[in-house]
């Protein structure tokens, strides 16, 4: 997905540990890890890593452009919410644990699988991109369902209750300043 407006979507320090570890945020990702791998974990090479996800992290939220949800969540029916995810077609690009998965059969996701996605987006951003897609991202393939403001909320609602644990709360290392700009050096 594009990150031209990721500081409207994602917390930053989010960002970072889906960058350190993407796996363990959504085991089911197609993101592959860059750190942490046989050439790059010795204990000499921790300290350039963190400072280069943090490097990274800064820079492409200083590049960010704005982005303000234009619809507010007020609140929806997790359990229908749960029920139209499997009706309206959510499940045919996207999976999602506990639900019959459609994508495997035929050979993949268009979409994102959706475990955790409580714990990296907001109410008000889910509400708005079920609404209008093309609004976060103009060359969204993701279609309109043609949603009601109720179905889009009880879809957050449930959406919203898919937490992964391990990043709620989570502070990556701080930047280590020399440590990067020996690496740049």
Sequence with gaps: PSLLKIAGKVDKEWFKAWVWAPKSINPNTKMPAFFMQDNNSKKEFVEKNIAEVNAMAEYIYSKSKN???????????????????????????????????????????????????????????????????????EDTI???????????????????TLKNKKVEGLKFAPLNKKVRDDTLS
Aim: charged residues 20%; proline residues 4%.
């Design 67 to 137: 982005y303000e949800p234009f619809q507010k969540y007020t609140n929806g029916n997790a359990e229908n919410g749960k029920n139209l995810i499997s009706q309206v077609g959510c499940l045919a690009c996207h999976g999602v644990d506990g639900l019959e998965d459609l994508s495997k059969k035929v050979g993949g996701y268009a979409g994102p699988h959706l475990s955790g996605l409580g714990s990296k987006v907001s109410a008000d951003w889910m509400v708005s991109w079920l609404k209008k897609p093309w609004h976060y991202q």
């Design 142 to 160: 993701m279609p309109s369902f043609r949603l009601t403001d109720q179905e889009a909320n009880d879809i957050t609602a449930y959406l919203m």
